[in-house]
């Protein structure tokens, strides 16, 4: 009887598919083994599986971590194999299943998921990169107080993208440690997205703090908006980049946004105040062209302020008349 041996990681994501049809396998990390695990927790000769004319048996050959059932603790000695049985061995996992083990149906692909792959795209990288170096130009263009040139802005530009593109890399690196699919263009090309959208959602927040009161009714709404792109980049990597239920992927995001957040609240209320003479504003100074109604030129106002003294001496006349 023909048995399939997979080679799985903890989170059940398959990484080899073996099939045979003899009536002996072995499985160790020698290299005489019929499945060889390069674990080094594994032992050169770590199990047998051997076919009796009607089931297949599974034995523990006296390894130093054991072979366990999934959900056991009982080290494995001529088991009897069902289709589907996971057995640990070190920090490894196999599957065993014979070929009539039943198949889930087919998963169409979701647009979802076809807007996640879009972001890969050669050219969508490169839109999403061009736009994001654009922007950085532009803000520290902005935070110069002296005038610069193209070449003095492409420098800092180049860092901050090599800056920015660290959490992608890091995060497609953890990936593949742990033995998952890194998928590094991806992770670049929606991390980027969301950097996009966080620098643009940075701007939104100035012109309307710079068109608004500090007493805004609605600022709750222009404060939460980072914290909803934020949520949205850690999920999106941990849906791409790792094999996670999605309960703990909403877990593990979380906790990346108060640790980010949460964090610099922190850094900012244990900086002592300083004394400073000079004025601190408490939004970005900007031109009259990021106003919302554009304000009255001096003729336009000279005209309404004689219009009102007119209406207010016709009042007071009206008044000591009555």
């Not at 996009?196 to 939460?224: A, G």
């Not at 300083?274 to 030129?297: A, K, V």
């Not at 309404?304 to 207010?312: K, P, V």
Request: charged share 15%.
């Amino acid at each position: 009887m023909e048995l399939i041996i997979e080679e799985i990681t903890y989170g059940h994501k398959l990484l080899g598919r073996h099939k045979f049809s003899s009536n002996n396998i072995t499985i160790g990390r020698g290299y005489d083994n019929d499945v060889i695990i390069s674990d080094p927790h594994v032992c050169a000769d770590h199990l047998q599986l051997h076919f009796d004319g009607e089931h297949w048996f599974v034995n523990d050959q006296g390894s130093i971590n054991g072979s366990y059932l999934e959900g056991r603790k009982n080290n494995i000695i001529q088991h009897k194999i069902q289709s589907g049985d996971i057995i640990s061995i070190g920090k490894s996992q196999v599957r065993f299943v014979f070929p009539n083990h039943p198949v889930v149906e087919s998963v169409t692909i979701s647009p979802f998921e076809s807007m996640i792959n879009l972001a890969r795209h050669p050219f969508v990288l490169a839109l999403s990169m061009l736009l994001f170096a654009s922007i950085a130009c532009w803000i520290i263009d902005l935070n110069n107080a002296k005038e610069v040139t193209a070449f003095q802005l492409l420098v800092p530009t180049i860092g901050l993208m090599l800056g920015f593109a660290l959490w992608p890399a890091c995060v497609a690196l953890v990936s593949h440690l742990t033995k998952h699919d890194a998928h590094f263009w991806t992770q670049i090309g929606i991390s980027f997205i969301f950097f996009n959208l966080m620098w643009l959602s940075d701007i939104f927040e100035n012109i309307v703090q710079f068109n608004t009161s500090s007493n805004f009714s609605m600022i709750w709404l222009i404060t939460i908006i980072p914290l909803v792109l934020a949520f949205g980049l850690f999920w999106l990597n941990c849906y791409v980049g790792f094999h996670m239920t999605p309960r703990r992927r909403n877990v593990v995001s979380v906790g990346l946004v108060v640790l980010l957040f949460g964090g610099s609240f922190v850094i900012q209320m244990s900086k002592k105040p300083d004394f400073n003479p000079r004025p601190q504003f408490n939004t970005t100074i900007m031109s009259p062209s990021f106003l919302f109604t554009p304000s009255n030129n001096v003729q336009s106002f000279v005209s309404d302020s004689s219009a009102l003294f007119e209406q207010a001496a016709k009042a007071a006349e009206k008044d000591k008349k009555d």
